[in-house]
C-alpha cells in the first residue's frame, strides 16, 4: 500500500486562521502553484500581516455569526476544502461543524502527536476529536501494511524565530480594537504578560539549571523508584477542552493525593515543568504545601526544566493528562498512565486501570503495538516539516500540498483497505 499518492483534481481551498507565522502564506503559495483556487479568510491585523496572497476576506463581526458569513463565501467561491490551525479556537468551532454538514471537507492543523520534526495534519478534527481508531488489533494489522516511516528530515527550530514571528502578530493585534472590534483571542493571557513571565523565567533560568541538575544527580544517586509528572501549558486545548480538569494547580494535586497515599514508600514523584511555560504559575509553592500536607518529605521533587528522554531511561512510570510526552514515554517502554483520552490510550499501550492502581501495578507497554502505532500515526496523520522557521515551513507545506490534493485521506485509505 502507498499513502503518498495524490489526486490532480482542482480543488477550491478556504483558508481560516493560522498559526503565528508564514505558514499558511507559504502553503497558500503552494496551493495556488498547483492550480488550487485559495481564499482567506482574516480574522485580525496579525492573521493580516502574515498573509500576502491576496484572495481576501475580513471578518469583524461576533463568533456566533460566523458560519452565515461564511456561507456565502461557501457559495459565492464554491468551496471545497476549507483550512484550520486547531479545531478549538472560537472562530473555528462553528466554522468547521457548519462546513461539515455543507459536506465542505475540514483539515485541522495542529502541532504534532510526534515531536519535534512533525505536525499533525488531521480530516475534522485533532486530539479527542481524531478520526484516528482505538482499536490495539487494527493497529497490529495497520502495522503489518505499512513499510517503516523512517527518520523525518531534521531542520533547525530556533526559539528566537518562532518569538519573532509570536511579536509582530501581536504588535499588529493593537489594532484589533479598531479593525476587528468583536476578535476575542483564544489565549488565556495578554501578549505583554506573558512575554514579562518568559523573560523573567530566562534570567532566572541559569540558577534553575544548576539546581535541577542537582536535584537529577541526588534523585538518580538514591537509586530509588521515581514517577514523573510533566507538565502541559495550562493554555493547551488539550486540557481546556479534552480533560476534566481546569489547570495543572488540579492536576498536581490529584496526583500528589494518589502518590501520598498508594505510592511505595521510597517513590518519588518528580513534576517537571513544561519547557514553554510563560513562569506566572507558582508551581514550586504549591508543591511545598502538598508536601507539608501530606508529610512527603524530600519525595516531591520539582524541575523547572531538565531532559525528559533522559528521566525516561530510569523512571518506573510517566503519569500524563494527554501530553504528547505520553507518545515519548510509550517509546521508551516506560509505563504510562493518562488522565484523560489521548490518542495514544488504550489497552497495550497505557494502564488501564485507576490512578491509585499504577503505583504498585504498572506494566510495559507492548513494544510490537507501539512501534506499529507510531509507523500508522507517522504516515497517516502526520507531516515532516514545522510551523515556525523557513525550513521547516517550506517542508510542512510541500508535505501537505500533497495530502491536501488527495480525495481519500491516508488515513480513510488504510481503514477502507483493512475493512475491506
Known sequence: MSVLTSSNTRKRFLLLQGVCSPFFDRLGEQLMAAGHRVIKINFTVGDSAFWRRGNTYAYRGQAKDIPEFLSQIWDRHEITDQVVFGDRRPVHRRAILAARRRGIRNYVFEEGYFRPYWVTLEREGVNAHSLLPRDPDWYHEAGKRLPSAGRPMAFPNQFHTRARHDVIYH???????????HYRNHALVTAPVEYAGFLLRKIRMPYLKRRDEERIQALLGAKRPFYLLPLQLKSDAQIRYHSDYKNMQEVIGKVAASFAYHAPRDAFLVIKNHPLDMGLTQYARLIQVLTHEYDLGDRLVYLEGGNLEALLKHANGLVTVNSTAGNVSLGFECPT????????????????????????????????????????????????????????????????????????????????????
Open 171 to 181: 504588535l499588529a493585534g493593537i489594532a484589533n480594537p479598531f479593525l476587528h472590534p
Open 337 to 420: 498512565h493518562t488522565l484523560a483520552s489521548p490518542i495514544y490510550d488504550m489497552a497495550g499501550l497505557t494502564h488501564q486501570g485507576t490512578l491509585d492502581d499504577f503505583w504498585h501495578n504498572a506494566t510495559k507497554p507492548d513494544a510490537e503495538l507501539f512501534r506499529a502505532y507510531r509507523r500508522t500515526v507517522a504516515q497517516t496523520v502526520q507531516i515532516n516539516g514545522g510551523f515556525y522557521c523557513r525550513p521547516g515551513i517550506d517542508l510542512a507545506a510541500g508535505n501537505a500540498l500533497r495530502a491536501l490534493q488527495r480525495e481519500r485521506s491516508p488515513l480513510q485509505q488504510l481503514m477502507d483497505e483493512i475493512s475491506s
